[in-house]
């Protein structure tokens, strides 16, 4: 456990050395809030005053944002796996399951932060817009989407410890746009077509959203998905665990060829 979080802090202090990690920490959903908060300043009557108001956005900009973190923790995990031999107790304590916690251990705290700034940002821009936003829904709305942030880290590493980082990147920036396609985050499936909706509800995405929407309007429905968020997550991280074992003896075994 020790090693664990001495190599989450490793991984945490090269996160924070890195420019792009406070784009995505800090720039990026609070920049996004703004946007949308200034532009619907402009629109005075019509159901676009609902569509972008703090209440209908926030939980939309805290998933995209969280699929844009999925990107960077494959990329990471692929760009260190492939420069490191093992993980193993002879080499320096750290174990496999203690590299995939530790990678977890660090970027959640990443996500902790970015759903902070997400959700304070929505609360003082709703404040600032005269809308009516509250401090418990949108606490409700940080703690609810912590199982979402955890989904989609598991699910980059799940892609980081399976594919080369190239690759990687790819099926990490396909699930992204899934995300922003069929997730709700600009506009509600449900409205854009019978088969638009349809495909939509394949997909986890849309689910997450509404659970967020819902958790910051105090409406006690659609929180199951955060439940199957988190069980998803487990399983993932339980096959990466599987996966990086077999990576790693296998390139033990290479060496000692």
């Keep these: 456990m020790k090693r664990t979080l001495s190599f989450a802090k490793e991984t945490a202090k090269r996160i924070l050395r890195d420019p792009v990690s406070y784009v995505l920490l800090l720039l990026f959903p609070a920049t996004a809030v703004a946007i949308v908060t200034l532009f619907g300043k402009t629109v005075k009557v019509g159901p676009t005053v609902k569509l972008l108001s703090v209440l209908n956005m926030v939980p939309g900009i805290a998933i995209l944002s969280f699929s844009f973190t999925m990107i960077y923790v494959g990329a990471v995990t692929a760009r260190d796996l492939e420069h490191r031999l093992s993980f193993s107790e002879s080499e320096d304590g750290l174990t496999v399951r203690g590299a995939i916690f530790g990678y977890l251990i660090s970027f959640f705290a990443f996500a902790f932060i970015q759903a902070a700034v997400c959700f304070a ?3 003082v821009a709703g404040l600032a817009t005269g809308q009516e936003v509250s401090a418990a829904g949108m606490a409700r709305g940080f703690a609810f989407s912590l199982p979402c942030a955890l989904f989609f880290i598991a699910l980059g590493l799940l892609f980081g410890v399976s594919l080369h980082e190239t690759a990687s990147v790819s099926a ?6 899934l995300t922003g396609l069929f997730g709700g985050i600009w506009l509600d499936p449900e409205k854009r077509g019978t088969a638009f909706a349809a495909v939509a509800r394949i997909f986890p995405f ?5 659970g967020l929407k819902a958790a ?3 409406r006690a429905k659609a929180f199951p998905i955060f ?9 993932f991280l339980a096959v990466s665990i599987l996966i990086l074992r077999r990576k790693t003896q296998a390139k033990i075994n290479d060496f000692l060829k």
């Design 121 to 123: 940002s929505g609360y």
């Design 172 to 177: 990490c920036s396909v699930v992204m746009m």
């Design 206 to 210: 849309k689910f997450m959203t509404d």
């Design 216 to 218: 910051v309007s105090d």
């Design 227 to 235: 439940y199957a968020a988190f069980a998803a997550a487990v399983v």
